[in-house]
Nanobody
């Protein structure tokens, strides 16, 4: 089992930057691709970004491209999401997840077997 704990959320103004951190425990995540998803108020959980186990590949939703950067430190069992130029539409609960699927589709939330509890990010205009 992998336990994931997100942190770094909060209330910020539009245009600000926030870095989310996801720390894993229970076992190493070094062999897992990792992803970030978010769930805006009243909406479905959606893909934000993912990173391969070796950081060789990164994936972004169109809404995140050019503003968000995913990274990881396997030695610290940690994944990060740097979010810049935040917009009110980025307001959501952000979740970290560990990929456990077999279809090689990092965009699909069904491919992730371990999830954190989420951290709220609220962007005011």
């Amino acid at each position: 089992q992998v336990q994931l704990v997100e942190s770094g959320g909060g209330l910020v103004q539009a245009g600000a930057s926030v870095r989310l951190t996801c720390v894993a425990s229970g076992r190493t995540i070094s062999s897992h691709a990792m992803g970030w998803f978010r769930q805006p108020p009243g909406k479905e959980r959606e893909f934000v970004s993912a990173i391969s186990w070796d950081s060789d590949q990164t994936f972004y939703a169109d809404s995140a491209k050019g503003r968000f950067t995913i990274s990881r430190d396997n030695a610290k069992n940690t994944v990060y999401l740097q979010m810049n130029r935040l917009k009110p539409e980025d307001t959501a609960v952000y979740y970290c997840a560990a990929y456990t699927g077999s279809t090689n589709n990092p965009y699909s939330r069904g491919e992730y077997g371990f999830w954190g509890q989420g951290t709220q990010v609220t962007v005011s205009s």
